[in-house]
């Protein structure tokens, strides 16, 4: 099993739609982040979660709310988003503390 | 906060060629990270720097963390079409904050 997974890949979602994006890490990590990468831009960090617990929450809307059952799974609820949420939405773990992060493929959403 | 600025934004060149890319910051950093991601997948650590003056390779892959802390390049050395894609620098500030990333240097390899 590769490192970092996310499903689903793709994903189309209506402003009005609930959806969630899932990461698993099989790294034995103990810090989890999201990430939103928009076309000319530098990769924003969303949330940060280490040892389960959220560290970091870098002013996100509240139509994207995370969920870190365990240290090996990371969840993105969407709900209600709008069209220039559309991105590519990328997962990363790491030890914690020494932030060698390594990604996921990442989800591309589209909101129409 | 901090900023990281890349150069440069794009590059097209011949196969066999080198070629060179680099961060500055505005801070100093202790940590420097170079990533490379294909279309439609997520970035690929390629070399993690941890020390000032300190020269990594990986392969045809070179970087060099700055004597000064805020800057950093990368250069890859006898270029192949599948070096083709966006190749980002990272930096960290302290042993735990997040990082912050610069916003890419896109290659193309003409063969």
């Known amino acids: 099993e590769t490192g970092v997974t996310q499903t689903p890949r793709h994903l189309v979602m209506g402003m009005t739609n609930k959806k969630s994006l899932k990461c698993e890490q099989h790294l034995g990590h103990n810090a989890m982040y999201w990430y939103k990468q928009s076309a000319k831009k530098p990769l924003e960090l969303m949330f940060v979660y280490n040892f389960k617990e959220q560290t970091e929450n870098n002013s996100v809307p509240s139509r994207f709310s995370p969920e870190c059952p365990n240290s090996s799974h990371l969840f993105l609820h969407l709900h209600t988003l709008q069209p220039e949420d559309s991105a590519l939405y990328l997962c990363?773990?790491?030890?914690?503390?020494?932030?060698?992060?390594?990604f996921g493929p990442g989800t591309r959403l589209t909101v129409l | 906060g901090q900023q990281l600025n890349q150069s440069p934004q794009s590059m097209f060149i011949q196969e066999g060629e080198d070629v060179s890319m680099n961060c500055t910051s505005s801070s100093i950093f202790n940590t420097w990270l170079w990533y490379k991601q294909d279309p439609g997948e997520g970035p690929v650590l390629l070399i993690a720097l941890y020390k000032a003056g300190e020269l990594t390779s990986n392969g045809r892959l070179t970087a060099q963390f700055g004597i000064t802390r805020k800057d950093s390049f990368l250069n890859i050395s006898a270029s192949i079409p599948s070096d083709v894609g966006i190749y980002f620098c990272a930096g960290q500030e302290t042993g735990y904050s997040t990082l912050t990333f610069g916003k890419g240097t896109m290659l193309l390899v003409s063969p």
């Open positions: 990363a773990s790491s030890h914690g503390g020494t932030d060698t992060q390594y």
